[in-house]
Structure formats: structure tokens, C-alpha cells
């Protein structure tokens, strides 16, 4: 069930009365639960089976990790859990592809474990996150187990970030499924905006993709500037995408009286990579930062155990996106260029930079950030090595073709998107992208009328276009 | 009272912002004249003939909704019939035709529910050929094959909920979308391809108006032939011992069958009267309509299987239509001319009055069969009627501007014409804007029943060439 679809609309207006009544009656993650069961088995009933294997798993083994003192108990029980959770996530999102690896490397009988019927099932790779967080800080101790399986479940399965985040904190989360805020007007209001400007983007995104998606179909034969520009239109397409769809969800929730932790913070005006990854999919880069990274050592041991840390962490956040070495070459390329950011400011390198003027060493920050993030988008996008090579080749021959700008660019999306930069550069610092209460009635109109344009810019760029899955619904 | 002007004061202000920012969007869409991409359907001709038909019943009752393929698009005049029959009965009668190309029965009910989204008509006309048993599946390219890909397929089954999508899709920034989004993606239409319609232009009573005249005698005879061995009759034993099921399996797909008791129930639901018009292929009816007895048999059962299962009258003028060549488009499509000739028949048919002139003594120049070597004729050369007086011999023609067809050029143009005697007339062309030239000729024959074969011309190599754009208009002047 897309959020973009009338289907959602329908389900979300089933949804309010019931969610109204169970406010009353404080039993909201009750009704949250059975919705968001309708919701995930829209795609299909049988991945229920498998979430509901995650939530059983972690939350009765969260339950005796948290009853015991013994440490190797609580160790045991930790890895029970994610031995369970790494198995689904391995087998149905891995499986084929250390198959694939191992026919690759001519490894005997290989081929034949290969299992072409294997469905992925969609968001697994959030939810089997969120629900490691849970069991990680249970045994951490920052959090009490939560003795209420449907209060937990509803933590795991609540619809408006069950399938692509943002990856809450069950201390985030839970105490707002139990006692949400009031649902103000006023909250509302400012749920719709967000809703709206997440639809825009996302329609946004599609356009986008419309524009490129020819290029990347047949590579060979597209002009080393068209496919300079592809790659280029892909990193905004994906980012409007999942930006869109952060958006959308955080809209849907506020709506609700719950507020969903921030996942995008004007990702493309990061100054230094660092920077990009406290901006871009934050939910996820802190769970790396928090349940990978620092217990992999994080900064603690020397400067080239944070390098390989780094690198790791990457890599391992490369392979969470998708079960393909493209994947993992973009991780790599990621961790490649935090350790150089880190090394730059690390040897005294940075000091060279200090000379220079504040601006421009934030805009020359910038635009190295910008470009090799871009770069990076390649390997999400294309599917082969051979794709891979003939791209940059692509990139090589317009780099020394001396005709860099010979583009056709469509001002009618470059207008939109630099509608949305816009917004980026200005709230690039602030702590939302729109307020979470809007008031003064000015200001309220002027919402409502930004509302209104996201609305039908929105329509415009998706009425009588198939809707378009979120991107990262495959991870 | 309190709280609830409290709640409009703090809502209220952002519920005028968004619908006014909306309303000026929509506003801003509609006044863009961009063209139609036809995303509701899919197929541009049918939603330009709904809007027509829109319009249409705006202006007063619709007593008659013809629906049928190409053939009966081409081939009644919807406009004549109003008149004929208004002039008839003394009442007014209103006739609209909402016929598309490439319909078959198990369209009908799709084009009927479309239909009465704008209006309910009082009888609907259905204008078929006999054809032979089509497959149970829906071809590809056919008609309900796209509308069954295209978003009018998600609500078309509903009573209420399909009237409301049709109220959604009109709205300029949904309408419109497509061609919006193909200018700020591509910065031009580029989604935007020709279609065969394209070339014709349709008039206010959904009638799709040709003058054009494409045939060859050998194409005639050889359709003629196959469509005659098409139907395989049922014997009179099988006739009377057969029970109307097994009847309908011979010549009806299961579709056609589904749809036929579809289009039964909407229809009786709306008191509306069904009434089958007879119709065939152009080379059926030239030069005389065949008298091949299995055939005759095969079609007259076809029909009748279909009006008894339809609860239908029958029009049943085919087997007394006699075409004569300059009546025809094609092998399967009559023109202006033999549109007009056909429906004067059903007209009398459904008046019951005297049958009309069927073949009136026209005056035109020996046809060439097509393509002709003659490098001035063409298939967007037109038949066009004569002056009707001594003084009117300016001749204005029009071209259609659409998708599919350019302005003319700002190049030296000439109209020619073609007398009845088969003698040519030149004379140089005005361009008196992007879509019509004027040419002034002296001593034309004039009178009714004269026809000329127009074209527009220029020079090329030394010697004259057809201009390829279909006229769609002609009228004489002073």
C-alpha cells in the first residue's frame, strides 16, 4: 500500500475513527497493531509471517536477557536474537547472492542452490533494524524490556515507517504509541504539509526518473553527457524519493499526535562527507553509528583501527541496502571517502584548508562532498559490472571531451527541484523542515497555500502515471 | 458555538490558503490550451467526442446516441438524421454520434456507461456490421483493450463512483497533467503521438466529417469477396431447432454475449430504447449490395439473433443500399456522400416514410482508381460540392490543426479542381491564415448534385504535386 495511492487514503480514513475511539480508551497500539496488519499484508499476507517471527523472537528474548544478571547469558540471548533475525534477513534478502558469488567463483554445486522463487519480502530490512535496536538496548541497559507484546509489536509494525523508516528507538517510539500528543489543529495542519510536500517530492522523483531511466536502459549507447547528467538526475531522484516518502510518513504520524525522528537535513548541502551522513538517512546512520561503529571500537583505538571501523561500518551499510556488490562498492566508496575526510582533518591536512576564506573553503567542501556523492549513486543504479565499466568510460570520455555542458536541461524540473533546494538551503539548519505547530494566521495561510501548491504540483507530475514503489521499499 | 469558531479561526485560514493557491493553479492549467493526451481513456477521438457530447446535451435532450465503430462514425450522419427525422415527426430530434473506431459489441457497454456520465439518451442507435465470431479474449490495440490499462478502468463498473472519476479527470490540472508534465520534463510534447483520427475533423453532432476518396476497384472487389465468405449460416432446421444460447455461440463470442446482456440491463435501467442499425463494409454496397443467398441468409440471422437477444428493433436498410464510388473512402468506410445516403434511409426507416432518393443523379469526374498516377491526387484529395449560383466562385478550404498536422506552409500554393467533364481548373491560393487558402475560379458549372475533386497543389520540378493535408472544410464565397 503506497502512501501516494487512493488505497492509502481509504485505509487512513478507516483508520481515524478507530484511532479516535482507542485514544479515549487508551488502547492505541492495539488498533495501531491490527491496521498496520492490513497495511504490511497488503503486498502480501505471507511476509506477515515473518515479521511476526522477528517480534515473537526479540521480544521474549529481550525478556530473559533482561531477567538475568549472568553475562554470558545476556550474551547468549543477544546473539540468539540476532542469529534469528540475521538468518530471515540473510536467507530471503542474501540468500541468491552468496549463491551467485559462489557461482561467480566457480565454487562446485553452487548453481544449484540458487533459488529463483525467493521473494523479498518488503521493508525487512527496517523492521529487522528497529527490532535489533530494541534488543540492543535492552541489553544495554538503556531500556526496559517491554512487557506488553502489543505494545511492542505496535513499536515494530506502526504502518507510517513500517516498510522504509525512519528506524525508530523504542524509547522514541513506544511511550508516544501509549500516550501520544494531542492532535491539535494545529498539528494536524502541519502533518498535511508535510504529507503534501512528501507527495511533491516523490512526484517529483518519478519525473526525474522518466527523464533518466532511458539513459541507464542502454548506457552504450547514450552520449557521455547524457550519461553524466543521468547519474546526476538519479542522485536527486533518489533522494526526492526517499525523501518524499520520510516525509509522507512523518506527515501521517504527526497527523496522529506521534512524531517520527528526522531522516533528511539538507543532505545535498552537507560541507564534508561527515557532515552528509548527520544528514542524510539519519535514522540509519545513527544506527550504524550506535549498534556498529562504536562497538566495533568507534574512535577509541588509534587512528587506523578507526579508519578499518569506518570502513566496515560502510561496507556492512552498503550490504544493508541491497544483496548486490554494486552495493557494496558504494558502502566502500562511503567508507572510502570518511576515512579520507577523516584522515584530511586527522594529519593536519585540514590546517590547509583553514587559510583559505570561509566560503570558499565551505563552497570547495561542498561541491567535493556534492560530486562524490553523486558518483557514489552509480552503484545504487546500475545492476553489472559491465554497466559499471561502460559508465565510466562514459564519465572518463566526458571529462576529456572538453564539451562539459552540452546538456539539454528541462527548466520546467529544474525549476522544481530548485524549489526544493531552496526550502533545503533555507531550513538547512533548522531542526524540521517545517514547523511542527503552525500558528499566527498569516503564517497558517501561507502554509496552507504551500500546501495547496505541493498538492497540485504533485497531481500535475502523477495523474495517469502508474504509482511508482518507493525506492527504498526493496531494502 | 465557541469551539467550533475557535477550530474554524485557527483551521480556517489554511483551508482558504490551500484552496485559493489550488483554485489559481487549476485556473492557470486551464488557460494554457494544451493538447489533449486523452489519459482518462486513452483513446483522444472518444473523450473529444464525450466532451462534444457534453456540450451537446447542454443544449437540449439527446433523443438518439449512435454508437458503433468507424464504419458507422464515418457513416451516419448524425446531423442529417436530426433533421430528416425532426422534419419527419414535427417534434425535435436529437441525434448524437458517439461512435469510435475499431468498436465492437463488447465495447458498447464501456462507450454507453461513458456516455451517460453527460447524458441519458432515450434510444441508442447501435451500428454494427456483421462480422464473423470474434475471439473470447480482448485483442491487443482494440478499444477496451487500452481503456482496460488506462485509469478509466478502475471505477467504470460503478453507478456513482464512475461519474465522480469523470468530474475528477475534467478538472483542467488532472486533464491536463500529461502534457504539463511532458513540457517541465522533456520541455516539449514528447509523449504526444498522431493518431489516424487525427486527420478528420468532428463536428458538433459527434459526426466525423470525410470527403475524401481512396479507393481502387480491384480492393473493393477482393474485401467484397472475403466478407461475403465470412458468415456461415445456420440451416433453417438448426434455425428453428436451436435455442437462442446456442444460436448466439455461433455467431457471438463470449464476450460479445457478456456484453450484450451488459448493455441490456444499463439500458432498461434507463428507459432507454435499443434500437439495431443494419450496417456493412463500403465494398459490400458497391455497385449494387450482393445477392449471394448464404450471405444474405448468414447476415439476416445474425442480425436478428442480436435484436431478439437485445430486445431490439431492427433497421434493416443494408440489403437495399446501392453505393456508388464516389460514396466511398476506403474499401470499409463511406465518405460524406455516402453517409449522407445511408442515413437518409435510416431516417425514412425510423419515420417510416417513403424511402428517400438512394442514389441520386450526381455529376462528378471520373474517378481514378487509387493511388493514382496522377501526381496532383492524392488521398487527402477531397470531394467537394459545386457553387450553387454563377456569382459565389471563390473557394475557401480548410485543413485541420491538431497533433498530427502541421500549419500549411508559407509557400506558393494552388487549388486545383476536377470537373465532372474531367477537365482541370488552377487557380492560385491565399493563404488567408495557418489552417485555410482562397482561390477565385471563373466559369465553373454550378448547380446542386455537381461534385469537384479539390485539391491543393504547388510546384515541384516543374509540374504540379498534391499538397498532403486533409481538408475538412469547403465553402464558396463571392
Known amino acids: 500500500m503506497l502512501f501516494q495511492t487512493t488505497t492509502f487514503l481509504i485505509f487512513f480514513l478507516v483508520f481515524l475513527p478507530f484511532y479516535a475511539v482507542a485514544r479515549r480508551r487508551r488502547s492505541i497500539p492495539l488498533v495501531v497493531l491490527a491496521f498496520s496488519q492490513v497495511f504490511y499484508g497488503w503486498w502480501d499476507w505471507r511476509f506477515l509471517i515473518l515479521l511476526w517471527i522477528t517480534i515473537f523472537t526479540d521480544f521474549f528474548l529481550a ?36 549463491v551467485n558469488t559462489a557461482v561467480f567463483a566457480h565454487l562446485p554445486g553452487a548453481g544449484h542452490a540458487h533459488i529463483p522463487s525467493l521473494i523479498l519480502p518488503v521493508g525487512i530490512s527496517f523492521y529487522t533494524f528497529q527490532s535489533l535496536s530494541y534488543i540492543f538496548d535492552v541489553y544495554r541497559g538503556v531500556h526496559p524490556p517491554v512487557r506488553n507484546l502489543v505494545q511492542y509489536a505496535a513499536f515494530v509494525c506502526y504502518f507510517p515507517q513500517l516498510v522504509a523508516g525512519p528506524i525508530q528507538r523504542v524509547g522514541h517510539l513506544l511511550p508516544q504509541l501509549i500516550k501520544p500528543a494531542p492532535v491539535t489543529p494545529e498539528r494536524v495542519l502541519s502533518g498535511l504539509t508535510l504529507f503534501s510536500y512528501g507527495f511533491f517530492c516523490k512526484a517529483l522523483a518519478d519525473s526525474i526518473a522518466q527523464r533518466i531511466n532511458p539513459a541507464f536502459s542502454d548506457l552504450s549507447h547514450a552520449s557521455p553527457g547524457t550519461v553524466v547528467a543521468a547519474i546526476f538526475g538519479f542522485g536527486l531522484q533518489i533522494y526526492f524519493d526517499f525523501y518524499g516518502y520520510s516525509q509522507m510518513a512523518r506527515g501521517v504520524s504527526r497527523i496522529l499526535g506521534i512524531e517520527l525522528t528526522l531522516n533528511f537535513r539538507s543532505p545535498y548541502f552537507a560541507a564534508s562527507f561527515r557532515d552528509f551522513w548527520t544528514r542524510w538517512h539519519i535514522s540509519l546512520s545513527q544506527w550504524l553509528r550506535d549498534y556498529l561503529y562504536i562497538p566495533l571500537g568507534g574512535n577509541r583505538s588509534g587512528r587506523l583501527l578507526r579508519y578499518r571501523n569506518l570502513l566496515l561500518t560502510m561496507l556492512i551499510g552498503g550490504l544493508w541496502h541491497g544483496a548486490g556488490w554494486n552495493f557494496v562498492i558504494w558502502g566502500g566508496l562511503h567508507g572510502s571517502y570518511l576515512v579520507a575526510n577523516t584522515a584530511f582533518d586527522g594529519v593536519g591536512l585540514g590546517r590547509v584548508g583553514t587559510a583559505m576564506p570561509k566560503a570558499l573553503r565551505a563552497g570547495l567542501g561542498w561541491a567535493v562532498t556534492f560530486v562524490g556523492v553523486m558518483y557514489a549513486w552509480l552503484y545504487f543504479r546500475i545492476g553489472t559490472f559491465h554497466e559499471a565499466i561502460v559508465a565510466n568510460r562514459k564519465i572518463y570520455e566526458w571529462l576529456t571531451s572538453g564539451d562539459l555542458w552540452s ?47 505541493f498538492f497540485t504540483a504533485g497531481i500535475i507530475l502523477l495523474a495517469a502515471t502508474p504509482a511508482q514503489q518507493f525506492i527504498y521499499f526493496q531494502f | 458555538m465557541a469551539p467550533v469558531w475557535h477550530f474554524v479561526r485557527r483551521v480556517g485560514p489554511f483551508l482558504v490558503g490551500a484552496a485559493a493557491v489550488v483554485f489559481i493553479l487549476n485556473a492557470v492549467v486551464a488557460a494554457q490550451h494544451l493538447p489533449e493526451y486523452a489519459s482518462w481513456t486513452g483513446i483522444r477521438p472518444l473523450e473529444e467526442k464525450l ?120 478538472i483542467p490540472m488532472v486533464r491536463y497533467a500529461a502534457p504539463l508534465r511532458d513540457r517541465l520534463v522533456y520541455g516539449r510534447f514528447a509523449n504526444l503521438v498522431g493518431q489516424g483520427a487525427d486527420l478528420y475533423w468532428i463536428d458538433d453532432f459527434g459526426d466525423t466529417v470525410n470527403y475524401a476518396y481512396q479507393t481502387n476497384k480491384a480492393d473493393l472487389k477482393f474485401l467484397r469477396t472475403a466478407h461475403e465468405t465470412m458468415l456461415v449460416p445456420l440451416t433453417e432446421k438448426q434455425m428453428s431447432a436451436w435455442s437462442q444460447p446456442a444460436k448466439l455461440e455461433h455467431y457471438y463470442s463470449k464476450l460479445d454475449i457478456s456484453a450484450m446482456t451488459e448493455l441490456r440491463k444499463l439500458t432498461a435501467a434507463d428507459g432507454c430504447q435499443i434500437v439495431i442499425v443494419a450496417t456493412d463494409v463500403a465494398s459490400i454496397y458497391y455497385p449494387v449490395p450482393p445477392t449471394d443467398p448464404t450471405f444474405v441468409r448468414a447476415r439476416r440471422q445474425f442480425f436478428g439473433i442480436l435484436a431478439h437477444e437485445l430486445h431490439a428493433k431492427l433497421v434493416y436498410d443494408v ?97 486545383m479542381l476536377r470537373l465532372p467533364d474531367n477537365t482541370d ?5 491565399r493563404l488567408t491564415s495557418d489552417t485555410s487558402v482562397e482561390a477565385t475560379f471563373a466559369n465553373l458549372p454550378t448547380g446542386p448534385d455537381k461534385l469537384f475533386l479539390a485539391r491543393i497543389v504547388y510546384e515541384a520540378g516543374g509540374r504540379l504535386a498534391a499538397h498532403n493535408q486533409p481538408i475538412s472544410a469547403d465553402s464558396w464565397s463571392r
Not at chain 1, 75 to 96: D, E, I, Q, R
Not at chain 1, 418 to 441: K, S, T, Y
Not at chain 2, 142 to 148: A, C, F, Q, T
Not at chain 2, 387 to 393: C, F, Q, S, T, V
Request: net charge positive; glycine share 6%; charged share 20%.
Open chain 1, 63 to 98: 525478556q530473559r536477557l533482561a531477567s538475568t544478571d549472568v553475562s554470558w547469558k545476556r550474551k547468549l540471548f543477544l546473539a540468539c536474537s540476532f542469529a534469528v533475525s540475521l538468518s530471515l534477513l540473510g536467507f530471503f534478502k542474501y540468500w541468491n547472492f552468496f
Open chain 1, 407 to 453: 546538456w539539454s536541461v528541462p527548466w520546467g524540473l529544474a525549476l522544481l527541484v530548485a524549489i526544493v533546494f531552496a526550502i533545503d538551503l533555507i531550513r538547512r539548519d533548522a531542526p524540521d523542515v517545517f514547523p511542527m505547530v503552525l500558528q499566527g494566521r498569516r503564517r497558517v495561510f501561507a502554509f496552507g497555500g504551500a500546501t495547496g501548491g
Open chain 2, 51 to 170: 466532451q462534444k457530447l457534453d456540450r451537446f446535451s447542454s443544449q437540449g435532450p439527446v433523443d438518439a446516441l449512435v454508437l458503433g465503430s468507424s464504419i458507422s462514425d464515418f457513416g451516419i450522419n448524425a446531423k442529417l438524421l436530426s433533421e430528416r427525422v425532426t422534419a419527419a415527426t414535427g417534434e425535435p430530434y436529437r441525434v448524437f454520434n458517439f461512435s469510435t473506431g475499431a468498436t465492437e459489441l463488447v465495447t458498447t457497454p464501456t462507450l454507453y456507461r461513458m456516455a451517460r456520465t453527460v447524458s441519458k439518451p432515450r434510444t441508442l442507435l447501435l451500428t454494427l456490421p456483421e462480422e464473423g465470431r470474434g475471439p473470447d479474449a480482448i485483442p491487443p490495440r482494440s478499444p477496451d483493450y487500452i481503456m482496460r490499462r488506462a485509469p478509466i478502468r478502475t471505477a467504470i463498473a460503478h453507478p456513482w463512483l464512475f461519474p465522480l472519476e469523470k468530474r475528477f479527470w475534467d
Open chain 2, 319 to 415: 440489403e437495399k443500399f446501392k453505393a456508388q464510388q464516389y460514396m466511398l473512402t476506403d474499401t470499409v468506410h463511406l465518405n460524406h456522400y455516402g453517409a449522407n445516403a445511408f442515413t437518409s434511409l435510416v431516417a425514412a426507416s425510423l419515420t417510416h416514410s417513403a424511402d428517400p432518393r438512394v442514389s441520386p443523379r450526381v455529376e462528378h469526374p471520373t474517378l481514378p482508381d487509387m493511388p493514382s498516377s496522377d501526381p496532383t491526387i492524392s488521398g487527402f484529395s477531397a470531394l467537394i460540392e459545386a457553387p450553387k449560383h454563377k456569382r459565389a466562385l471563390t473557394l475557401r478550404l480548410t485543413i485541420l490543426r491538431n497533433e498530427a498536422i502541421p500549419p500549411l506552409p508559407n509557400i506558393p500554393l494552388q487549388v
Open chain 2, 425 to 429: 481548373v488552377t487557380a492560385q491560393a
